[in-house]
């Protein structure tokens, strides 16, 4: 069965450094997603990525991220410099098509910025 | 933001019973539901979804249920088993139509656990 993938599952950094996440989505869908969910809170929503931008963000999202698909296949979040409170489990997800509307997620990145 | 509620953390129940979670929603705009299994330190998991259109769906144990009217879903398992025993969440959308993209958001999520 298809699944997404993210690498790599832990990433320790110092804080101030640049990390990047990976992903891969199923092979057909056409959505993308980060999601986060920081030690004992809700998964929060960050950015969604359609037809090769950005087509929401939350608040969250600011200028220290940023998102790209750089190959037909993966799906990339960078944080450009990390603080302390990035510290979270950063989920990436992807859907098929409009009217399939279930996301489905990747395991998960656990990040600790220290 | 608390357009996404599950207000019980927790809840215990024996294995063979039913086990009912419940979710409620402040946004009228959502109109797709879903429901999330999640272990620890793995990502959500999903079980079954809902469309406003309809107020029950099932899918062999899972069943969800949706009062537009009260703005509330459950999940019912039946019969629970022990290897249900994780974090559940419920997450919404305002779908096709609306302007989010699919963007879900999530509750806070209730530890179930069944006890053999």
């Known amino acids: 069965e298809p699944e997404v993938t993210q690498t790599p599952s832990h990433q320790v950094t110092q804080m101030g450094q640049e990390v990047i996440l990976r992903c891969v989505p199923i092979?057909?869908?056409?959505?993308f997603y980060w999601y986060r969910q920081i030690l004992g809170q809700k998964v929060e929503f960050l950015v969604s990525f359609y037809n090769n931008e950005i087509s929401e963000k939350s608040e969250i999202f600011d200028d220290q991220f940023s998102v790209e698909r750089p190959d037909g296949s993966n799906f990339t979040l960078k944080i450009r410099s990390t603080k302390l409170e990035d510290s979270a489990m950063y989920f990436c997800?992807?859907?098929?098509?409009?009217?399939?509307?279930?996301?489905?997620f990747g395991p998960g990145t656990r990040l600790l910025v220290l | 933001d608390q357009q996404v509620k599950q207000n019980s953390p927790s809840l215990s129940v024996q294995e063979g019973r039913i086990s009912i979670l419940n979710c409620d929603y402040t946004n009228s705009m959502f109109d797709y539901f879903l429901w999330y299994k999640k272990y620890p330190a793995e990502g959500p998991t999903f079980l079954i979804s809902?469309?406003?259109?309809?107020d029950k769906n099932e899918d062999g144990r899972f069943t969800v249920f949706l009062n537009k009217s009260a703005k509330h879903l459950s999940l019912h398992i039946v019969p629970s088993q022990p290897g249900d025993s994780a974090v559940y969440f419920c997450?919404?959308?305002?779908?096709?139509?609306?302007?989010?993209?699919?963007?879900?958001?999530f509750g806070q999520g209730t530890i179930l656990t069944v006890h053999p």
């Open positions: 092979s057909n869908h056409l959505y």
């Open positions: 809902i469309s406003s259109i309809k």
């Open positions: 997800a992807s859907m098929g098509v409009w009217g399939q509307e279930t996301q489905y």
């Open positions: 997450a919404a959308s305002a779908g096709a139509g609306g302007t989010s993209y699919g963007k879900l958001t």
